[in-house]
């Protein structure tokens, strides 16, 4: 049933958690695919030079961290992991990955690392929730 599963990641405590229980899901569905997918925040253009590449450069560095922590908390899956760091908006990017790689569940965390400004607007795991392609589960 869940043979490709997205798991979204920000390095929050919740999303580990998460990490840990889509990789449960995994082995008790001997699914064939998991991805892996860790979004970071737009670099804006007006930092100019040398600062938008100080920037580009720390947000790459924390993103790959981000994914390392996960790719070890789920490691000894028995099926393929593909992993995927993405510029852009954390809903749209994970919406559109589950999309594209034709998901059949989304994994994430039910609290992340959001801004004051997804407290105000709402969360990332609700906005995937409500426009998702797939079922999502969203961990405590």
Same mark, same amino acid.
């Given at each position: %049933?869940?043979? *490709?599963?997205?798991?979204?990641? =920000?390095?929050? =405590?919740?999303? $580990?958690?998460? &990490? @840990? ?28 030079? #040398?600062? %938008?590449?100080? &920037? ?19 490691? *000894? !899956? #028995? ?9 852009? /908006? ?9 999309? %594209?790689?034709? /998901?059949?569940?989304?994994? %994430?965390?039910? @609290? ?6 997804? $407290? $105000? !607007?709402?969360?990332? /795991? ?15």
């Amino acid at each position: %049933m869940f043979q *490709n599963i997205l798991l979204a990641v =920000d390095g929050s =405590d919740h999303a $580990l958690h998460a &990490a @840990r229980i889509a990789a449960d899901l995994a082995r008790t569905v001997n699914a064939k695919e998991f991805r892996i997918v860790v979004v970071y925040d737009f670099i804006p253009p007006y930092l100019g030079e #040398p600062n %938008m590449q100080y &920037a580009i450069n720390a947000r790459m560095e924390e993103a790959k961290s981000i994914l390392e922590a996960a790719v070890k908390t789920v490691e *000894n !899956l #028995p099926c393929q992991v593909q992993s995927e760091l993405i510029e852009g /908006s954390s809903a749209e990017a994970i919406i559109d990955v589950a999309t %594209m790689r034709q /998901s059949d569940i989304i994994v %994430m965390g039910s @609290r992340g690392l959001g801004t004051l400004a997804g $407290l $105000l !607007l709402g969360s990332t /795991s609700q906005k995937v929730v409500a426009h998702a392609p797939c079922p999502v589960l969203i961990v405590r």
